[in-house]
């Protein structure tokens, strides 16, 4: 197997999008609260990799994200 860096890049956005359009299920209060702050860091985390800059360093792959986008 190889490994293609647009392809994993790619299933990332795929999952940001998928994390961004799910439907929020039948709960209240600190569960909501709950499920709402692991999505948005979810699609936060997926968007970072899926929007990053990357080398290979010494057999290394290195993302860069700049944080002020």
């Known amino acids: 197997m190889t490994?293609?860096?647009n392809d994993f890049q790619n299933r990332f956005k795929k999952r940001a999008e998928a994390v961004k359009n799910r439907s929020m299920p039948p709960v209240g209060g600190d569960e909501r609260?709950?499920?709402i702050k692991q999505a948005e860091e979810d699609y936060q985390d997926y968007m970072i990799i899926s929007d990053s800059e990357y080398e290979i360093?010494?057999?290394y792959l290195v993302f860069k994200y700049k944080l002020d986008s």
């Open 3 to 5: 490994f293609n860096i």
């Open 57 to 59: 360093i010494d057999g």
């Open 33 to 35: 609260l709950a499920f």
